[in-house]
């Protein structure tokens, strides 16, 4: 509020300054009425975190598909493949076969008693 009365200030001063008669009678208090009667914009910290939340959206959004995209083609360039069931059995481990093996009869022997 000081910046903009010193401004004015300045202004009036500079206008009273001016040698010319054909200046309306009053005129410096019109303007004075005039800016007091426009609504000052009184920013408050919220209004203007909420400006720049909102100034920031498209960028974010941007960056965001972007990102995607981009770890989209990552993942589907690097994608191991896939080994089949038969594979898998053949590199298995023979002593998690027999452990295997082993549980199944437990279970079984489990259910045979009952």
């Keep these: 509020m000081a910046k903009i009365d010193k401004i004015l200030e300045k202004m009036l001063t500079a206008s009273k300054e001016v040698a010319d008669d054909r200046v309306p009678y009053a ?60 594979e898998l059995i053949a590199q298995s481990d023979p002593a998690e076969d027999q452990l295997e093996t082993v549980v199944m009869l437990a279970i079984d022997s489990e259910d045979a008693d009952q």
Excluded: Y
């Excluded at 208090?29 to 910290?45: E, G, N, W, Y």
């Excluded at 909102?54 to 995209?69: K, N």
């Design 27 to 86: 005129f410096e208090k019109r303007v004075m009425a005039h800016i007091k009667d426009t609504p000052q914009m009184t920013l408050s910290m919220w209004v203007q975190w909420s400006q720049g939340l909102w100034r920031s959206v498209i960028p974010c959004v941007a960056i965001m598909i972007l990102v995607a995209v981009w770890t989209n083609t990552r993942s589907t360039s690097n994608q191991a493949t896939e080994t089949s069931p038969s």
